[in-house]
């Protein structure tokens, strides 16, 4: 594997088994998402875990490459940081209440920005279906995608892998 996929990976994984990420707390009606009172798949109680950071420095050739990530700053806005101590942050996203890692990366001295968020478990189609991505996460599939949030226009592909279950797509 090459150093950004084990990053990808190491930061799918901290989001599901670190920070909590689930879709069995359902149940509980407090966790709700900010838009349309669905639950919020998130255990409160390690929300703070995203934010408090995943060490890449065992990745080989990653503290080179991720030189930057979005997290809070202490007077609650979401700012751009360089990377300290091989420690990437994250934060949680205000409309959908999902964990992020948004990273700037150095690959052949151009700066190029990447998101690694899971998938909304609710997410839907303009139909009010929910969308096929969104079924595969409430079957208890763990699913994250992986994005250039830079890309735009009708040919651009945002999109640049898909990880399942600890498995990684490049599309």
């Not at 990420?21 to 109680?45: C, H, Q, V, W, Y």
């Not at 995203?50 to 060490?55: A, L, Q, Y």
């Not at 809070?72 to 979401?78: F, L, Q, T």
């Not at 009010?128 to 699913?143: F, H, L, T, W």
Request: charged share 25%; glycine share 8%.
């Amino acid at each position: 594997m090459d150093t950004m996929t084990d990053v990808y990976l190491r930061l799918h994984n901290f989001i599901y088994n670190k920070c909590g990420f689930t879709f069995k707390k359902l149940s509980e009606p407090k966790f709700r998402m900010i838009m349309r009172g669905e639950p919020n798949p998130f255990s409160a109680d390690k929300i703070g875990r995203v934010c408090s950071g995943v060490s890449i420095t065992n990745i080989k050739g990653a503290k080179a490459m991720v030189i930057k990530s979005k997290s809070v700053n202490s007077k609650g806005y979401v700012v751009l940081s360089d990377v300290i101590r091989g420690k990437v942050r994250g934060y949680i996203t205000a409309k959908t209440c999902l964990p992020i890692f948004h990273i700037v990366i150095k690959e052949d001295g151009v700066e190029k920005e990447r998101i690694v968020i899971p998938q909304n478990p609710w997410k839907r189609h303009m139909n009010g279906d929910y969308s096929r991505p969104a079924i595969n996460m409430q079957a208890g599939n763990e699913v994250s995608w992986v994005w250039d949030p830079k890309a735009a226009g009708p040919l651009s592909k945002p999109f640049l892998a898909k990880i399942v279950n600890g498995n990684i797509t490049y599309l």
